[in-house]
C-alpha cells in the first residue's frame, strides 16, 4: 500500500529556514500533483503550494517569495523550502499527492516559529 512519509519538522526563529520533504512510498504508482497543506489550531486547512503532474507550480499568497516547492520524480519526493519563516507559519503541514488518481494525506508533521 502506497503512504506518503513526511520528514519531520521543528522549531525554528523567526527568519529561520526549514526543508520538509514526503516521499511517496511504493512503486509501479501513476503519481500525479504532490504538494504541501497547513493547519493552524482553529482555523482550516489550507493550500501552501503544489507541484503539478506537469510541472506546473501553485503557492499560496502568503507564501510567496519565502517558499520554494520542488519535486524528484525518480524518487517520488516532493519538497517544501521554506525561508524567512514567520511565527504564523506555525502550523501542521500536510503532504498531499494524487496516486493512482486518488488523492492520499501523510500524517502531518509539526512546525514551529518561534518569535
Known amino acids: 500500500q502506497v503512504q506518503l512519509v513526511e520528514s519531520v519538522g521543528g522549531l525554528v526563529q523567526a527568519g529561520g529556514s526549514l526543508r520538509l520533504s514526503c516521499t511517496a512510498s511504493?512503486?509501479?504508482?501513476?503519481?500525479?500533483?504532490m504538494g504541501w497543506y497547513r493547519q493552524a489550531p482553529a482555523k482550516q486547512r489550507e493550500l501552501v503550494a503544489v507541484?503539478?503532474?506537469?510541472?506546473?507550480?501553485n503557492y499560496a499568497d502568503s507564501v510567496k517569495g519565502r517558499f520554494t516547492i520542488s519535486r524528484d520524480n525518480a524518487k517520488n519526493t516532493v519538497y517544501l523550502q521554506m525561508n524567512s519563516l514567520k511565527p504564523e507559519d506555525t502550523a501542521v503541514y500536510l503532504c498531499?499527492?494524487?496516486?493512482?488518481?486518488?488523492?492520499?494525506w501523510g500524517q502531518g508533521t509539526q512546525v514551529t516559529v518561534s518569535s
Open positions: 511504493g512503486s509501479r504508482h501513476s503519481i500525479g500533483t
Open positions: 498531499y499527492a494524487v496516486i493512482d488518481y486518488n488523492g492520499r
Open positions: 507541484y503539478g503532474g506537469g510541472g506546473s507550480t
